[in-house]
């Protein structure tokens, strides 16, 4: 071999070593994110603010969305709604692990939304937001949170029978 062939062999190898090197910053900076994204939540999630509108929330008496609104506004439901909101969201575009992100759930966050989604499904009436086969935004991501913990839940029971 010449000194060219080795030159040219010494480059092709720095440049495949320099993708392999630049894929796994890539990824480890992906999981980092991903990380930075959960604590972010979590944090929200373990306020005392968020506990207490959530407990409001899931002990509240209305039947159905105006009266909600007109009792007790709406702030609450936007503050618990937003961080479920993000959270399903994050989890439907694969951007955090579906079985992480179920961990943040809790026992009162589904029976929350077992109870508000009457509500809910009545404000989208109410509000048009419900068309043919779709939904337009109204708490959509809080339901996919829901419906995937769920999922997850019953994959947990049928592996430990």
């Known amino acids: 071999m010449d000194i060219q062939s080795i030159s040219i062999v010494i480059a092709a190898t720095s440049v495949v070593v320099g993708v392999i090197f630049a894929i796994l910053q890539l990824r480890n900076a992906m999981k980092q994110r991903r990380t930075e994204i959960l604590m972010s939540l979590y944090s929200r999630l373990g306020s005392a603010e968020f506990a207490n509108a959530l407990e409001r929330i899931r002990t509240s008496e209305y039947k159905d969305y105006h009266e909600y609104v007109k009792k007790y506004g709406v702030a609450e439901l936007y503050q618990v709604g937003s961080v479920f909101e993000g959270l399903g969201f994050l ?6 692990d579906k079985d992480l992100a179920s961990l943040f759930s809790s026992s009162e966050s589904l029976i929350t939304w077992e109870k508000i989604r009457p509500m809910v499904e009545n404000a989208r009436k109410l509000l048009s937001q419900r068309r043919m086969g779709e939904y337009i935004p ?24």
């Open 91 to 96: 989890m439907h575009r694969k951007l955090v």
């Open 138 to 161: 109204m708490l959509v991501w809080w339901e996919y949170f829901y419906n995937e913990v769920k999922k997850r839940e019953q994959r947990l029971q049928q592996t430990l029978q």
